[in-house]
């Protein structure tokens, strides 16, 4: 976790210990987060999309639990979750189709289990260049309301503002309620 801002290892740290139960990396990549959660003694599996992120992240932490899929569907039963990390996973989805996994989050999640999400913050929600597919910019109001929509009720956001870098942003939210629709 060396190259991980010490910032981010305590929030990511001090939310891993409120939650109760299992917790879903979602879009784990190289899957160093899903490992640092097992390694805290918690119950974590990471998933992702890409086979080629799962196979490298089994090689490299062969201790943690990972497996190939999707944040739009993922596989646990409704109400099994205690936490779920979105570390910079949701950052590629367009705007408009953001309600899909943040839904399916909360369809998974246990009542009042909490998300954590990482992402970059602007003052506008907007795309820009990322290195293999273009990724969006939010602003924490503009993604609260999303989460508000999907069920979740915000309890936390922090933006960190570094000279030459994009503003990056946590935010933790709790599942308040079952999403509509
Ligand atoms: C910027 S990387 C972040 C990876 C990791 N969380 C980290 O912090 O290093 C975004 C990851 O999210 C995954 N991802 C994006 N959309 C996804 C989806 N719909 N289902 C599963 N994984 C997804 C990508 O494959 C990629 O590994």
Known sequence: MDSVHPSDLQIVSTWANTVEGDLIDAGCGPGHWTNFLA????TARGIDQVPEFIAHARRTFPTAEFASGSLDSLEADSGSVGGILAWYSLI??????????LREFNRVLKPAGTLLIGFFAGSVVD???HAVTPAYRWTVDAISSELEHAGFDVLESHVRRTANQRPQATLIARRARQSDG
């Open 92 to 101: 590629h989805y367009e705007p408009s189709a953001i309600q899909t996994p």
């Open 39 to 42: 390694t805290q003694g918690l």
């Open 127 to 129: 795309e820009f260049a």
